[in-house]
Structures are given as structure tokens and as C-alpha cells.
């Protein structure tokens, strides 16, 4: 079974990559989890955030928002004692601040659901790839989502991390065609 060659580092990117990686979410718990952990893996490999999925989950109250804007000073120091999470500050405070940005938003536009799918027009950007050479880094509609996140205070959201979000929670799909999971109808 052939797949994006990226995924072959090891299993735990496999199974990430066979049941996860370009299926559309919409649910705004997990597209906050999946902004945050997307953001943690700045300067890191995705198979260590990977690694430390579950630890983020029990450490962040499974990322629930109210919950996690709620955080106060105490808790952000708890956190940067966890070993289960990258213990960065900043990325540690952007959570809780991307938390309350997400509350606004939810406000403001029904669901954080409707406004990061928005980029997209609300529709998956089903690619054609057949080299991961080929996959941008960035595109008009990352650049477009970072400015606009970036303009409301968002942190850990350059263009390059929001295409990463955007391929991860299926606003685009980038599967090589070569993939076995290329053309799988997943839905909107």
C-alpha cells in the first residue's frame, strides 16, 4: 500500500496519515486541538507532537475552549512543568489566548467551524500532487487565513503553519495521487 512518503517515519504517522491527515473537520473542538497542535510543532517535527498528542489532551482539558480561555497564571505555570507537553511559553500562553480568540470568533461568526472554512470557500482544495516537491509551503488562501488571524491577535499562525492546519483538517488535500488514500471520497 503506497502512501505520502512523509508518513513512512513510523507508525504512529501512519495511522495519523491513513485516518486523520486531509479528512474535512468541523467540529471546533478538534479544529481548535489541531490549531494548537499544529502551532506546538513550530521549530519541531510532527512525529514528536505525534508522540505527545495524548499528553497536550489531558494536560489542555481535552482542548476545551471555554475551559482553556479560562486558564490562569497558575495553571500556565502547571503547565510548564509537564513533560507530556512542549513546555514553551510562549506557545503555552498562545494557547490560552488563542482560546479567547476562538470565543470571540464563535461569537462573532456561529462557530470557529465557519470562519477557518471560509479560506476555503467551504470546500475541501483537492489537489493533484505527484511529488511531495511539489506541495507549496504556503498558497494565497494560507497567506489569506494567517493575515486575518494574525489582525485579531491569534499566535503561532504564519502562513506556513495555517497550510499545515489547512492539510490537516482537510481544508485542502494534498494526498500524492500515488497514495492509496488519494481520491477517497471523505466528505465535507
Request: with cysteine; net charge negative.
Amino acid at each position: 500500500m503506497e502512501r505520502c512518503s512523509w508518513a513512512n517515519v513510523s507508525e504512529l504517522d501512519q495511522v495519523y496519515h491513513d485516518t486523520e491527515w486531509g479528512v474535512p473537520v468541523h467540529d471546533d473542538r478538534e479544529l481548535f486541538e489541531m490549531l494548537i497542535l499544529e502551532g506546538a510543532q513550530a521549530g519541531l517535527s510532527w512525529t514528536t507532537i505525534l508522540k505527545k498528542r495524548e499528553g497536550y489532551r489531558e494536560a489542555f482539558d481535552h482542548f476545551d475552549i471555554e475551559t482553556v480561555a479560562a486558564y490562569d497564571d497558575e495553571k500556565i505555570a502547571e503547565l510548564l512543568t509537564n513533560p507530556a507537553i512542549v513546555r514553551n511559553k510562549l506557545k503555552v500562553n498562545g494557547t490560552v489566548t488563542n482560546a479567547n480568540l476562538v470565543l470571540d470568533i464563535q461569537k462573532e461568526f456561529g462557530s470557529f467551524d465557519a470562519y477557518v472554512w471560509s479560506f476555503v470557500d467551504g470546500n475541501p482544495i483537492i489537489n493533484h500532487w505527484e511529488s511531495m516537491s511539489d506541495v507549496p509551503a504556503t498558497t494565497s488562501e494560507s497567506d489569506a487565513m494567517s493575515k486575518a488571524m494574525k489582525k485579531r491577535g491569534f499566535k503561532f499562525v504564519g502562513s506556513t503553519i495555517c497550510y499545515a492546519y489547512m492539510q490537516a483538517t482537510g481544508m485542502v488535500n494534498d494526498h500524492m495521487t500515488s497514495c492509496f488514500r488519494y481520491g477517497v471520497d471523505v466528505g465535507k
